[in-house]
Nanobody, 124 residues
Framework: QVQLVESGGGLLQAGGSLRLSCAAS????????MAWFRHAPGKEREFVAA????????YYTDSVKGRFTISRDNAKNTVYLQMNSLKPEDTAVYYC?????????????????WGQGTQVTVSS
């Protein structure tokens, strides 16, 4: 079992930056591939970014490439999502997820563990 707790969400204006954190506890964090998903009102939850167990591999959905950066600190059992140049369409609840596969995955079914989510609201 892995427990995930997200933090860092908030309300900000378009063009701003925010860093989300996801703290993990339980089994060895470095064994897990990690990802961020988001769920906007009226839409299905979608993949945002993933990072491999060691941090050397990352993968992003097209809409956030060049603006968002996923990273991890295995010594701190934490994964981050740095979000720059935020847009109103980035407004969503952001979820952290952990996969038993240490590799990059972009589908929900690959992730067995989920956090409770943190709200990000970007005003125009």
């Amino acid at each position: 079992q892995v427990q995930l707790v997200e933090s860092g969400g908030g309300l900000l204006q378009a063009g701003g930056s925010l860093r989300l954190s996801c703290a993990a506890s339980g089994r060895t964090f470095s064994n897990y591939g990690m990802a961020w998903f988001r769920h906007a009102p009226g839409k299905e939850r979608e993949f945002v970014a993933a990072i491999s167990w060691g941090g050397s591999g990352t993968y992003y959905t097209d809409s956030v490439k060049g603006r968002f950066t996923i990273s991890r600190d295995n010594a701190k059992n934490t994964v981050y999502l740095q979000m720059n140049s935020l847009k109103p369409e980035d407004t969503a609840v952001y979820y952290c997820a952990a996969s038993n596969s240490g590799s990059l995955e972009n589908t929900e079914r690959a992730y067995a563990y989920w956090g409770q989510g943190t709200q990000v609201t970007v005003s125009s």
